[in-house]
């Protein structure tokens, strides 16, 4: 139990600590931001909603949102994929 604790201790250090920087970068305190930030430095390429909804543990409508926010203030830009959402046919 006391490992937890002190591991708690550093986890909840770290959060401050990035949270002052992120507010110093204008990034606000909002975790969603900064993971999604991580995630797509880190990820190399182009990632889907879905892709970045499975790495956050949120909803597409939740990536959507910080996606859209990203790309109004110019931190991403959002790529449209053409064969992504080709409507269905019958066979």
């Known amino acids: 139990m ?3 604790n002190a591991l708690n201790a550093c986890y909840n250090s770290q959060r401050a ?5 992120f507010e ?5 305190k909002t975790l969603g931001r900064s993971t ?8 190399g390429r182009p990632l889907t909603h879905n892709e970045i909804g499975i790495e956050l543990e ?3 409508g939740s990536v959507t949102y910080l996606v859209d926010g990203f790309d109004r203030e110019g931190l991403a830009r ?3 994929e053409p064969t992504d959402r080709l409507p269905f046919t019958s066979s």
Request: with cysteine; proline share 0%.
């Open 17 to 21: 600590a990035l949270g002052q920087v």
């Open 78 to 80: 959002r790529v449209i």
């Open 58 to 60: 949120v909803t597409t």
């Open 36 to 43: 999604l930030l991580r995630v797509l430095f880190f990820a």
């Open 24 to 28: 110093a970068l204008g990034f606000g």
């Open 2 to 4: 006391e490992i937890c």
